[in-house]
């Protein structure tokens, strides 16, 4: 499911395909195998066995992928016009409301501590509205596919957060795996500014 949901770029290319009637740049195409071999590699230790999901994890994993491409592509017409951090704040209040009649969490229990209502705070501040935040502005300088190109180097820092915080292991395969997926950083820097500048243009344009 991990590798599945990974599949964001791909989809991001095939949507901007569909709206620029262009084929993306070479940069884009190898920055995406890379990308999608590199967290095969972390995800399954090379054990393509280890991929046998359900019907269902494998129709979420998909749907994940597809909202999350959608959610990058759509998003940039708005962000030419209107800052960030206004859209974020709209967003959040309206998804925040919708899901606060949703799950009606003043039914919920749980713990009323100090810590507790410090570790949601951190949760709300730094991994809910800064991420998103430092995101959308990251694709609203880059573009779609590259934002999310390089958003896929996720697993390799939660990875490495484990091992230094939670006590966790990795082998030397999820090196080559970590390797693999930070060469699209490379990649995509190497790249001709001309093309990223055209492709960056033609998002907003559509």
Known sequence: ATFISYTTPMFI???LMLKTRKLPARHEIAAMILVLV????????GNISS???????L???LLSALAFA???VQSQRLMSKFDTLLIIAWGMLLGGSLLFIVFKPWKLAGASTLSAYTALGVVVIIGTICSYLFYLEGIKRVGATVGSLLSSIEPVVATVLSVIWLNDKFVLIDLLGFAVILSTVFVIANAPKSDRDVRLSEQYEY
């Open 13 to 15: 290319i095939l949507l």
């Open 38 to 45: 590199g967290v095969f590699i972390v995800a399954t230790h």
């Open 51 to 57: 991929l046998h999901i359900s019907g269902e994890a």
């Open 59 to 61: 129709f979420w994993a």
């Open 70 to 72: 959608i959610y990058n």
